[in-house]
């Protein structure tokens, strides 16, 4: 069975810093795309940023480009999002996702955590 397990979430003051990590019960890890998604009260959920397998290519949402960085360790199983220079509207449950197809902002995912909270104080 697989699992993605989301952490770090919490509270945060606007301008600071936070690292989100999912790890993955996911055999052949390195072979899938990761994704992380975000959801907003009362928005739908949407596409923050996807690493690539093998070449850890990345792409991210305009929002967050220059503030976030998605990596991942595959000798680990896990993949983190560093989220700097925070705003307001960056409040929202954010999800871990494996096993993603797509390109540009637009993937599906598989496999899905469910999700830690961030809340970002002004």
């Known amino acids: 069975q697989v699992r993605l397990v989301e952490s770090g979430g919490g509270p945060v003051q606007a301008g600071g810093s936070l690292r989100l990590s999912c790890t993955a019960s996911?055999?052949?890890?390195?072979?899938?795309?990761m994704a992380w998604f975000r959801q907003a009260p009362g928005k739908e959920r949407e596409f923050v940023a996807v690493?690539?397998?093998?070449?850890?290519?990345?792409d991210y949402i305009g929002s967050v480009k220059g503030r976030f960085t998605i990596s991942r360790n595959n000798a680990e199983n896990t993949v983190h999002l560093q989220m700097n220079s925070v705003k307001p509207e960056d409040t929202a449950v954010y999800y871990c996702?494996?096993?993603?197809?797509?390109?540009?902002?637009?993937?599906?995912?598989?496999?899905w955590g469910q999700g830690t909270q961030v809340t970002v104080s002004s």
């Open positions: 996702a494996g096993s993603c197809i797509g390109s540009a902002t637009n993937y599906v995912c598989a496999y």
């Open positions: 690493i690539n397998p093998t070449i850890y290519d990345t």
């Open positions: 996911l055999r052949s890890f390195s072979r899938y795309s």
